[in-house]
């Protein structure tokens, strides 16, 4: 999709229709509505114009197809000249920029060159989403002709819709075709309907976010006449490609044939030249009869005249062409094989009978016979070779391998060949011609000769002898070689063209043959099984494959063996009998059959089935293969990205690339990448280059080159990188060991990672397992030198008994086989997928055997590039290993349960026999996963080699992966994806949808690691837990609720997470890459998207909308009642007072907040008077300080917790303003005229509530008792006001509570404590004499308040001022005295300033408190003491202060140091519910750990949520359980901090044992009147609510620590 986006939090908004704009219409429940059917039409559309386009109605037209000439035939291969060809034109575009960059819908007409008949409508819906297609039949109205009339949608026949079609009744009155865009494309193509005035009517539908997208409140309409217009510029388009095909082929072959022809006319030439030439030599002969010798003979004459045509022959054309050559037409007869068995003629039995006799030569004009050639072969008395013209025989072959030695004449010869009457296989024989050739490698690192003799033996032999310096001196050295046709020409295996090789010999590649050269010999029996073979193409390297030596005037070593094999021809040799061919290759299939059954002896036990006369059809577009059937992880047809791969009888080879490489402004690792790439254009090359990024320090983890890594391998896998072939020849054994070398780098590495844990191994985690599947496997068949050689048995017609397959062999000869043995790539996947498909298309008849191999090839090739299926790699796995028991009972477990659920028809519709099947898989595959990464990680496959390691772990991933298979299934059969979704479920649902959640929560966890993997750990086990246990009714739902809310938001980091790890790397690279901008935007989508993860996150969301639909919630939480109309809605990042868009509200133009991020610890005040309401797009606990501080600024405030409901909330930042209203019985957001006018509770523009009258009089601090430590008993002697103004109202409220916990009658505890009081900060900075700088920044601080730039300033250095005092050593020891006889104690020191805990003043959380000091630490204690003396004077601090009309320098701040208590459960306790005001109703939230995370709202979740009857204390109700995840204690190994630690919330007793619970109700509804009885009216004012701290420890124990008054 065009926009990036992380999908969980569907952030893309619906937005409001302006003009011709296209609006989202959201169908969410209650508050958002989905409208009826549209009762007319939106406008028919040009792509340009907007209006229909005039044009005349197409008449169908054929093309009569062409036919290449012969010449082009004969050169590539008689190719099919089609010029049907299709376009598509646009026939109308909607530009959706409101709802992401560059979204749009349009709508395209199909059309062949030669075929209108069958017109294809193409519609595109380029925008992010769970997109689909609502389509049918319309109508065209009479009246507005060009839109649709209301008439009922008709559904077309099945066989036109698209797969995965079906029909609903959900848009219009009629019926609708349902039909789904593929997850990686965006188009949907439907034939175009041919009823007069009819059309294709549509919208689309996203279910992500429940709304349909239309064009102005109608349906989307391409009528007949638009349609035809459209289709007629297809067409037109396609006839001109066609008629330009067609062209270009004409002249290609029209160049071909006249090339044929100059060739002839040459040969003709010379022909004529040769007959002149022969009858002047014959005049010439006469002549020389006639006359005396004069010098040499007739020949000898002839090459001396300048003029003759010979000069410039070779040797052997000269010697052929010699009319005086006496032998050149030499024809020996056919000798006989010789009768000697080998040990006779090793005897020398034999003598003369066994070699060629002298033979006769009778010429035409009746001379005498002419004596055999000089330089004849001699009989040693071994046994003779076989006849000229046969085949050895496997007793033959030994006998006459080294029978015959050349025996050379006396007198010197030239190079010149000289033929004898037979030949002799050994390594002398008849030389034709000798060549010496310098050799060097390309960068001068060695050079040598190799010395090359042509030999007119039988069979035809080049003997070889080569030498080599420098580098490759003293080096062993192969010979590296092919055979051709020509000078230049494509090298062939001599495999394949050659009788034989020599011995020891082997195939690096499918052109290419490896002998060796024992001190730099070798011989090449060189007998080819047609005559276009006559030449070896050749280079020398190393047995280290290191120096490469080549000819040294460049290129490859070229030896033209033609003129021994016309000289054996010459003498009557020549290939052998085809039959005799026929038996030599069948043993020779045989032989690599039998090779071949050792590797893969499980595949021979297939049945094969043959059929006759197959007609080969078009190639098919194969469909995409089930997730779980093809493995997800290389380039398939489903989802591949690069060049199409084309299937082709005639050698081709792709050299073309359309990357870039721009490394500007990359970091080091992504720079490597990009330049390895540039430099390596095969895959092969791609692979080495980026062991140099992933083989790494495993204890020094480079985490951009884990993700720049994966990135680049995944595009790479789906062809968006293009590898293409480099030249050389490489087999694919190459590319095993370098995915050997990085796998084993990113198994240590991931092994380290997991032992650190924390977010490090999250991320390390979340990369490797993504790098594991893109690399090519390396067990023992992969990295053997010659690999998947089944395909060239394939290819030469294995399981093609009868010859039937010889174009698709041809194709895979060339599509497939070669190029996967010289330079294979994730394209020859898809090339084999597509041979595949065309194989088994419907109507084929090719032979079942031949179809049952190729089968075979392809799980081989699929177990390369590792995208085997889960079952067929365990079953593989466990068949050819001998993995632990409890892993094959595991697999054997699995595997059962997979049948169990494939045998269950697949069903949108809950079937209770489904889900259970799904569930038991499920625990199975999750058991599986766990013991096999047990295994890996500390059991016997730790022991295993590398490969068999690598396959385990991809086993154990692959399970992962169908795990997302069945969760989907199982998602649909909840009805999660119906439309609109199924929000009622039943129990057993419930149940079934918990368990699912607990299983892709445990699988999460299994691949996260670090906290992530624990946090989704503990969601598995209480959504588990629930499951088992879930109560009837309202509780049930609530409960329900809970696990689901943290599973969302567990759902949500991890995406971030991906999002994190991906978006920037994956946008720097593309852009470095020149990767196509569409394939990079969705890059982070699709790894999120396509993870379990977001089946959890789906599922969770389901259960949520189930959970709400049961309980009656509206999808958000009033925290603050009130009501705004008119103001403007405004989107923000955070509640942040220097937001410019917060800075320019005023209260004449305020503006409601949609703030999309809150930590819970925000000012209200501080924003200014332009906050008229604040929306939340997240859960925040209901006494949180924000919710506090909102609360006594009067402005409303909600927490969105729907997805839907944020998107409604984004849609109205448009509107000029809004109807915003805040009851806990009933939340509305809805459009309005602009105009505020504060209505109840109209936020800080509206009346300013009323501040009490002592705030003033508690602003007078007395300092007279600076530097004085108090016990919290003696200031709790001393009268409030004087214990207020000597230590602040927090101070002296711990000091009440302390006493009143002595009463027995009170209910709770108070924790000891000491303050040291007001002044003695100043009185620390006057002993560092730092006293007059203090008053002069507090001074200047007071002046600047009105200037947030200024005021961050000066507070920057009155704080670091402030940190640098300590109280003396006695105030130290007095503060700790208190503690001193508990020595394990850790003490909380707490801020007690003269401007906070107040009736009109709260700032409740607005100074610091440090956590866990070690009291007999003086050091810790006295940093911790001017720690909260400075947070007197942070920038919100001030600015809060400002807000509440309180100078500067009358603010003072005292430090409380108190016993800290390690609570069980905390707690918020309002003696007054805080949104009803019911003062018989009190209100509390609790949550476990520490309060903070009640307080600062800095843990995302909810908490447990109880109101309680004060006239009842046994009476409450619990309105939300809680989903926190962590909770925060004390950090046992620090000083100063808490640390976060997993809770189980849904299995504590709070959320199970209602009795329990309402015990502690009771409690704490005792102990906040008792509370309130006292505070609430200490100073003999009215009785005041308190708002009241405290926790409960695991002794049972209740404690109180703060009371204030409530706001």
């Known amino acids: 999709r065009a926009a990036r986006q992380v999908p969980l939090t569907v952030a893309m908004a619906s937005a409001v229709v302006q003009g011709s704009a296209v609006g989202a219409v959201p169908v969410a429940r209650a508050v958002i509505r989905a409208r009826p059917?549209?009762?007319?039409?939106?406008?028919?559309?040009?792509?340009?114009?907007?209006?229909?386009?005039?044009?005349?109605?197409?008449?169908?037209?054929?093309?009569?197809?062409?036919?290449?000439?012969?010449?082009?035939?004969?050169?590539?291969?008689?190719?099919?000249?089609?010029?049907?060809?299709?376009?598509?034109?646009?026939?109308?575009?909607?530009?959706?920029?409101?709802?992401?960059p560059g979204a749009y819908i349009a709508v395209g007409v199909q059309a062949a060159a030669a075929n209108v008949d069958d017109l294809v409508a193409v519609i595109t819906a380029h925008m992010p989403g769970d997109l689909f297609l609502h389509w049918g039949l319309g109508e065209e109205s009479q009246q507005h002709p060009g839109t649709l009339s209301n008439t009922p949608w008709e559904c077309p026949p099945e066989a036109v819709m698209p797969p995965g079609s079906y029909c609903v009744q959900s848009w219009a009155v009629g019926s609708a075709v349902r039909s789904p865009f593929g997850a990686y494309s965006d188009t949907i193509e439907i034939p175009l309907p041919r009823r007069p005035g009819h059309g294709l009517a549509f919208v689309v539908f996203d279910a992500?976010?429940?709304?349909?997208?239309?064009?102005?409140?109608?349906?989307?309409?391409?009528?007949?006449?638009?349609?035809?217009?459209?289709?007629?510029?297809?067409?037109?388009?396609?006839?001109n490609a066609a008629r330009a095909q067609t062209d270009k082929i004409r002249a290609m072959a029209e160049a071909e044939a006249a090339e044929a022809a100059r060739v002839a006319n040459l040969q003709r030439e010379r022909d004529a030249q040769l007959a002149n030439a022969a009858a002047n030599a014959a005049a010439q002969a006469r002549e020389h009869a006639a006359a005396p010798a004069t010098g040499g003979s007739a020949f000898e004459r002839m090459m001396a005249d300048e003029h003759n045509v010979f000069a410039g022959m070779s040797a052997y054309e000269r010697y052929t062409n010699d009319p005086g050559n006496p032998f050149r037409n030499f024809a020996p007869p056919q000798p006989q094989l010789a009768t000697a068995t080998a040990a006779h003629a090793s005897n020398g039995g034999g003598g003369g009978g066994g070699g060629f006799q002298a033979p006769t030569f009778q010429p035409s004009n009746g001379h005498a016979p002419v004596e055999p050639p000089r330089g004849h072969i001699k009989s040693n008395g071994h046994a003779a070779p076989p006849p000229v013209g046969s085949w050895p025989t496997a007793d033959t072959a030994a006998s006459y391998g080294s029978s015959h030695q050349f025996e050379p004449d006396p007198e010197p010869v030239y190079h010149e060949p000289t033929m004898t009457g037979g030949g002799s296989g050994g390594a002398d024989g008849s030389v034709v011609a000798t060549y010496t050739i310098n050799l060097s490698t390309e960068n001068g690192s060695s050079n040598g000769t190799c010395d090359v003799k042509l030999m007119a033996t039988w069979p035809p032999s080049v003997s070889i002898k080569c030498s080599a310096g420098g580098v490759a001196a003293d080096q062993p050295l192969l010979l590296h070689w092919g055979v051709t046709d020509r000078r230049g020409g494509?090298?062939?295996?001599?495999?394949?063209?050659?009788?034989?090789?020599?011995?020891?010999?082997?195939?690096?590649?499918?052109?290419?043959?490896?002998?060796?050269?024992?001190?730099?010999?070798?011989?090449?029996?060189?007998?080819?099984?047609?005559?276009?073979?006559?030449?070896?193409?050749?280079?020398?390297?190393?047995?280290?494959?290191?120096?490469?030596?080549?000819?040294?005037?460049?290129?490859?070593?070229?030896?033209d063996v033609s003129p021994a094999l016309q000289a054996v021809a010459g003498a009557g040799g020549g290939a052998p009998p085809?039959?005799?061919?026929?038996?030599?290759?069948?043993?020779?299939?045989?032989?690599?059959?039998?090779?071949?059954?050792?590797?893969?002896?499980?595949?021979?036990?297939?049945?094969?089935?043959?059929?006759?006369?197959?007609?080969?059809?078009?190639?098919?577009?194969?469909?995409?293969?089930?997730?779980?059937?093809?493995?997800?992880?290389?380039?398939?047809?489903?989802?591949?990205?690069?060049?199409?791969?084309?299937?082709?009888?005639?050698?081709?080879s792709n050299h073309e690339r359309k990357n870039q490489w721009n490394t500007d402004g990359l970091p080091d690792a992504a720079r490597r990448i990009v330049e390895g790439d540039r430099d390596s254009p095969s895959w092969r090359q791609k692979l080495q280059a980026l062991e140099g990024v992933l083989c790494m320090d495993a204890n020094h983890a480079d985490m951009d080159a884990l993700a720049y890594s994966s990135v680049y391998l995944f595009w790479v896998g789906v062809g968006a990188i293009a590898c293409v072939e480099d030249g050389s020849h490489y087999r694919p054994n190459h590319h095993a060991n370098a995915s050997q070398k990085m796998y084993e780098s990113?198994?240590?590495?991931?092994?380290?990672?997991?032992?650190?844990?924390?977010?490090?191994?999250?991320?390390?985690?979340?990369?490797?397992?993504?790098?594991?599947?893109r690399l090519p496997a390396f067990t023992a068949e992969f990295t053997q030198s010659v690999p998947l050689t089944r395909i060239r048995d394939i290819a030469h017609g294995k399981g093609d008994k009868h010859g039937k397959c010889r174009e698709v062999r041809a194709e895979i000869k060339h599509t497939i086989q070669n190029k996967l043995h010289r330079c294979a790539g994730p394209e020859d996947l898809v090339a084999t997928e597509k041979m595949l498909a065309k194989l088994t298309a419907p109507g084929t008849d090719y032979p079942e055997e031949f179809i049952e191999e190729f089968r075979i090839f392809h799980r081989e090739l699929k177990d390369f590039f590792n995208a085997s299926s889960v079952t067929d790699r365990l079953e593989k796995q466990c068949r050819e290993g001998n993995p632990p028991g409890s892993v094959t009972e595991g697999v054997n477990r699995f595997v059962r349960a997979k049948a169990t659920v494939d045998a269950i028809p697949g069903s949108n519709q809950s079937?209770?026999?489904?889900?259970?099947?799904?569930?038991?898989?499920?625990?199975?595959?999750?058991?599986?996963?766990?013991?096999?990464?047990?295994?890996?990680?500390?059991?016997q496959l730790a022991g295993e080699p590398p490969d068999q390691r690598q396959q385990w772990r991809l086993a154990e991933i692959g399970l992962e992966d169908y795990a997302f298979v069945l969760l989907s299934r199982g998602i649909n059969a909840l009805g999660a994806e119906s439309d609109p979704p199924r929000n009622e479920l039943t129990g057993a649902e419930i149940s079934s949808a918990l368990r699912m959640l607990a299983a892709a929560s445990d699988a999460t966890a299994l691949s996260s690691g670090g906290g992530a993997g624990e946090e989704f750990g503990h969601i598995a086990h209480e959504a588990g837990e629930l499951a088992n246990n879930l109560p009837g009714g309202e509780q049930g739902a609530l409960r329900v609720r809970a696990v689901a809310e943290r599973a969302r938001r567990s759902a949500e980091d991890y995406c971030n997470l991906l999002s994190d790890l991906f978006d920037g790397r994956a946008a720097a690279l593309g852009r470095s890459l020149g990767i196509d901008g569409h394939t990079v935007e969705v890059f982070t989508e699709g790894q999120i998207r396509a993870s379990v993860v977001f089946q959890s996150a789906k599922l969770a969301s389901h259960l949520l909308r189930a959970a709400r639909t049961a309980t009656g919630e509206a999808g958000w939480d009033c925290l603050v009642a009130g009501e705004v109309v008119g103001a403007r809605l405004v989107s923000v990042p955070r509640l942040d007072p220097s937001d410019p868009t917060i800075r320019s509200l005023t209260a004449d133009a305020p503006a409601v907040l949609l703030v999309q991020s809150a930590d819970g610890d925000e000012e209200v005040s501080t924003c200014g008077p332009g906050v008229a309401g604040i929306l939340?797009?997240?859960?925040?606990?209901?006494?949180?300080?924000?919710?506090?501080?909102?609360?006594?600024?009067?402005?409303?405030?909600?927490?969105?917790?729907?997805?839907?409901?944020?998107?409604?909330?984004?849609?109205?930042?448009?509107?000029?303003?809004?109807?915003?209203?805040?009851?806990?019985?009933?939340?509305?957001?809805?459009?309005?005229?602009?105009?505020?006018?504060?209505?109840?509770?109209?936020?800080?523009?509206?009346?300013?509530p009323q501040q009490h009258q002592r705030q003033a009089a508690a602003l007078v601090a007395d300092t007279s008792r600076a530097g004085w430590v108090t016990p919290l008993h003696e200031l709790g002697q001393m009268p409030w006001h004087a214990g207020v103004a000597a230590a602040g109202s927090k101070a002296m409220a711990c000091s009440v509570l302390s006493?009143?916990?002595?009463?027995?009658?009170?209910?709770?505890?108070?924790?000891?404590?000491?303050?040291?009081?007001?002044?003695?900060?100043?009185?620390?900075?006057?002993?560092?004499?730092?006293?007059?700088?203090?008053?002069?920044?507090?001074?200047?601080?007071?002046?600047?308040?009105?200037?947030?730039?200024?005021?961050?300033?000066?507070?920057?250095?009155?704080?670091?001022?402030?940190?640098?005092?300590?109280?003396?050593?006695?105030?130290?020891?007095?503060?700790?005295?208190?503690?001193?006889?508990?020595?394990?104690?850790?003490?909380?020191?707490?801020?007690?300033?003269?401007?906070?805990?107040?009736?009109?003043?709260?700032?409740?959380?607005?100074?610091?408190?440090?956590?866990?000091?070690?009291?007999?630490?003086p050091e810790v204690l006295g940093s911790a003491v001017a720690e909260v003396w400075a947070s007197l004077y942070t920038p919100r601090a001030v600015a809060s202060r400002a807000a509440a009309g309180v100078g500067q320098r009358g603010a003072h701040m005292a430090v409380l140091v108190q016993q800290m208590l390690v609570p069980d459960v905390s707690f918020i306790l309002m003696t007054r519910h805080p949104m009803t005001n019911d003062p018989n109703t009190a209100y509390a939230e609790l949550a476990l750990g520490h309060g903070e995370t009640l307080a600062s709202g800095a843990v995302r979740g909810t908490p447990w949520r109880v109101s309680m009857n004060r006239s009842n204390p046994g009476e409450s109700q619990v309105h939300t359980y809680s989903s926190f995840g962590t909770a925060l204690v004390p950090d046992l190994d620090g000083d100063g901090t808490l640390k976060s630690v997993a809770v189980n919330c849904a299995g504590h007793w709070l959320s199970t044992d209602d009795g329990a619970r309402g015990q502690l109700a009771a409690r704490l509804v005792h102990a906040g009147g008792f509370v309130e009885s006292t505070l609430g009216s200490v100073d003999g004012g009215q009785l005041l609510a308190q708002d009241i701290e405290g926790c409960l420890t695991p002794d049972g124990q209740l404690w109180v620590v703060q009371a204030r008054p409530q706001p």
């Open 37 to 100: 059917a549209p009762a007319a039409a939106g406008p028919r559309l040009d792509a340009s114009t907007g209006k229909p386009r005039e044009g005349r109605l197409l008449r169908p037209r054929r093309s009569a197809r062409g036919s290449a000439p012969r010449a082009f035939d004969r050169t590539f291969g008689n190719p099919e000249i089609s010029p049907d060809l299709k376009f598509t034109e646009e026939a109308f575009r909607v530009e959706l920029e409101h709802v992401a």
């Open 208 to 239: 992500d976010k429940q709304c349909y997208y239309d064009h102005d409140s109608n349906a989307f309409f391409l009528d007949e006449r638009l349609s035809m217009s459209t289709a007629a510029r297809a067409q037109a388009a396609a006839e």
């Open 490 to 559: 494509s090298w062939n295996s001599p495999y394949d063209n050659l009788v034989d090789v020599p011995a020891n010999s082997r195939a690096p590649d499918a052109q290419s043959c490896e002998s060796p050269l024992p001190n730099g010999e070798t011989i090449v029996e060189f007998a080819p099984h047609d005559t276009g073979t006559s030449c070896m193409t050749m280079l020398i390297r190393t047995e280290d494959c290191k120096e490469w030596l080549r000819d040294r005037d460049g290129g490859d070593v070229f030896i």
């Open 578 to 652: 085809p039959q005799q061919q026929q038996q030599q290759q069948q043993q020779h299939h045989h032989q690599e059959q039998h090779h071949h059954h050792q590797q893969h002896h499980h595949h021979h036990q297939e049945q094969h089935h043959h059929h006759h006369e197959p007609s080969p059809p078009p190639t098919p577009k194969p469909a995409p293969m089930p997730a779980e059937q093809s493995g997800d992880h290389m380039a398939l047809l489903s989802d591949w990205a690069g060049q199409d791969v084309n299937l082709q009888q005639h050698k081709g």
């Open 746 to 773: 990113i198994e240590a590495i991931e092994r380290n990672a997991s032992n650190a844990g924390g977010r490090f191994a999250e991320e390390c985690r979340a990369l490797i397992r993504r790098l594991h599947p």
């Open 911 to 939: 079937d209770p026999q489904l889900l259970a099947a799904i569930e038991e898989c499920l625990h199975a595959l999750c058991d599986l996963r766990r013991t096999v990464d047990h295994e890996i990680n500390h059991g």
């Open 1176 to 1248: 939340l797009c997240h859960a925040l606990p209901h006494l949180s300080h924000l919710a506090l501080r909102a609360r006594q600024a009067g402005v409303p405030l909600v927490a969105i917790e729907d997805p839907n409901l944020v998107n409604h909330a984004r849609s109205l930042t448009s509107a000029p303003g809004v109807r915003f209203v805040a009851q806990p019985s009933n939340i509305s957001l809805d459009a309005a005229e602009g105009g505020y006018s504060p209505a109840s509770g109209g936020g800080a523009a509206g009346s300013k």
């Open 1299 to 1417: 006493a009143l916990a002595t009463d027995p009658n009170s209910g709770f505890a108070a924790p000891t404590g000491a303050v040291l009081p007001f002044g003695s900060m100043e009185q620390a900075a006057h002993a560092l004499g730092h006293a007059e700088r203090l008053n002069f920044l507090v001074d200047a601080l007071e002046s600047v308040q009105t200037r947030p730039e200024e005021v961050a300033s000066v507070c920057g250095e009155l704080q670091d001022l402030v940190r640098q005092l300590r109280p003396s050593h006695e105030q130290l020891a007095a503060l700790a005295d208190p503690f001193a006889h508990d020595h394990g104690a850790k003490v909380m020191v707490r801020s007690t300033g003269n401007a906070e805990d107040l009736a009109g003043l709260s700032a409740a959380g607005l100074y610091d408190s440090i956590s866990n000091v070690a009291p007999g630490n």
